[in-house]
């Protein structure tokens, strides 16, 4: 069996994941790891059985023994680490906010064209079958009149932001953010389901460092569809999303989770659309839909496809623009978007 060979870039939590997830997928294999610190390179590797490690990324991606790149750093360096990778021929799936801004996404998508590589962002919650699920049955409640999405959830480090303490979530510098750490899973399911809104209004509630906390958005398109999203890193929400029709509303308990998903018929009747992700080892979330995006990315690879069918070059062009949008509207600007 030809196995697809990953480097990961990256050695934070959401890499925890990312492998627990993608040794579900049998044509899996973990090569090498990289961090800035080649200690903690090791460490990683050591733990999770990588035969290599590296704290210089030219020398790791330009390795023969990759076939693939998994990035998952501060949202800064996206940009330049997924361009360094794909000169070298590699593969790039990178994580969400996929770049800082459009402009960034746009390089790195011209240089997957060039290079004839795959990039792909890593956007889990539209390779879930619930979320086909959902798309293939949006016709059950008739003509769409709005989307409404709702993710708050207060973030373990700003009991430390309030103590003075500031971590990386809460740094402009990094491009992070409320918006570009959870306000993301709120737009793309939109982008995906209805493409890219005709007008956007914004506020937000922003923190002493510049960065947003919360922030909401209102959407809307001309074929009159209307959209809020709501998120936030200092509060927390258990109110469930929902897309309504005239003939009934998909309801989503957990956008970021992409679960508990069901139609509420105007006549009172429902309809379950979940379909379980049996993957064995884990009830958590997270690494069920990242096994999703896992799945998606290796067969791609092994396919020799350039694009992903489920997270296009253009929704990810498309979503960057519209928390472009946003930012401009709540005057968060990050050092990147000045370069």
Request: hydrophobic letters at 40%.
């Amino acid at each position: 069996m030809k196995k697809v060979r990953f480097g990961v870039v990256g050695t934070s939590g959401i890499t925890e994941w990312f492998l627990q997830a993608a040794k579900n997928v049998e044509e899996f294999e973990l090569v090498s790891v990289y961090s800035r610190s080649i200690e903690k390179a090791e460490q990683f590797a050591k733990k999770h059985g990588a035969k290599k490690f590296f704290d210089n990324l030219e020398e790791m991606s330009s390795d023969a023994d990759i076939d693939a790149v998994y990035i998952a750093s501060p949202n800064f360096m996206h940009k330049e680490q997924a361009i360094t990778c794909m000169n070298n021929k590699k593969a790039v799936l990178c994580e969400k906010a996929f770049a800082s801004n459009a402009k960034e996404a746009r390089e790195m998508i011209e240089c997957a064209k060039k290079n004839d590589v795959l990039l792909m962002e890593e956007m889990r919650l539209t390779c879930t079958p619930n979320f086909r699920n959902i798309k293939e049955n949006l016709d059950k409640i008739g003509t769409i009149r709005r989307y409404s999405a709702n993710f708050c959830q207060y973030s373990s480090r700003y009991d430390n932001f309030k103590k003075g303490i500031i971590e990386n979530a809460f740094k402009p510098e990094l491009s992070n953010g409320a918006l570009m750490d959870i306000g993301v899973y709120c737009i793309h399911p939109l982008v995906a389901l209805f493409g890219k809104p005709d007008r956007i209004h914004a506020d937000a509630t922003k923190l002493h460092t510049g960065v947003d906390g919360q922030g909401v958005a209102i959407m809307s398109y001309d074929s009159g569809i209307l959209a809020d999203i709501r998120y936030s890193k200092i509060t927390k929400s258990d109110v469930p999303s929902e897309i309504q029709g005239e003939d009934g509303s998909i309801i989503i308990d957990g956008i970021s989770r992409m679960s508990g998903v069901k139609i509420a018929y105007r006549n009172g009747d429902s309809e379950s659309l979940e379909i379980p992700i049996n993957i064995g080892e884990t009830d958590r979330y997270e690494i069920e839909s990242l096994y999703c995006v896992a799945r998606e990315f290796v067969g791609l690879v092994l396919e020799g496809k350039k694009e992903s069918s489920l997270n296009t070059h253009a929704n990810t062009i498309a979503v960057m623009e519209i928390m472009d949008e946003i930012r401009r509207q709540i005057g968060l600007v990050f050092p990147a978007d000045e370069k």
